[in-house]
C-alpha cells in the first residue's frame, strides 16, 4: 500500500487520468451529435447520411411518399 509521497503522486495521477477522460466523453457525444445530419419527418428519428435515411425511410415508412431529397439517392 502507497503511503505519504507516493500516495499523494497516484492520487495527483488519477485525478488526472480521470478529467482526460470525463474531456473525451464530452467530444464524442459532440462528434456523434454533430454526425446527425438528416431528420426523418415521420418519426423524427436523425440518421448521419442520405444512404441510411433512405433505407431507414423504406423500411419503416413504407406507405408514406419518399420525400424530395431521397428519390435520387442510389440505396
Given at each position: 500500500?502507497?503511503?505519504?509521497?507516493?500516495?499523494?503522486q497516484?492520487?495527483?495521477?488519477?485525478?488526472?487520468?480521470?478529467a482526460e477522460m470525463?474531456k473525451?466523453s464530452?467530444?464524442?457525444?459532440?462528434?456523434?451529435?454533430?454526425a446527425?445530419?438528416?431528420?426523418?419527418?415521420?418519426?423524427?428519428?436523425?440518421v448521419?447520411d442520405l444512404?441510411?435515411?433512405?433505407?431507414?425511410?423504406?423500411?419503416?415508412?413504407?406507405?408514406?411518399?419518399l420525400?424530395?431529397?431521397l428519390?435520387?439517392?442510389?440505396?
Amino acid at each position: 500500500m502507497a503511503r505519504g509521497q507516493q500516495k499523494i503522486q497516484s492520487q495527483q495521477k488519477n485525478a488526472k487520468k480521470q478529467a482526460e477522460m470525463k474531456k473525451s466523453s464530452i467530444d464524442q457525444k459532440k462528434a456523434a451529435a454533430k454526425a446527425l445530419n438528416h431528420t426523418c419527418p415521420v418519426c423524427k428519428t436523425q440518421v448521419p447520411d442520405l444512404k441510411t435515411y433512405k433505407q431507414h425511410f423504406e423500411n419503416k415508412h413504407p406507405k408514406s411518399p419518399l420525400p424530395q431529397e431521397l428519390i435520387d439517392v442510389a440505396a
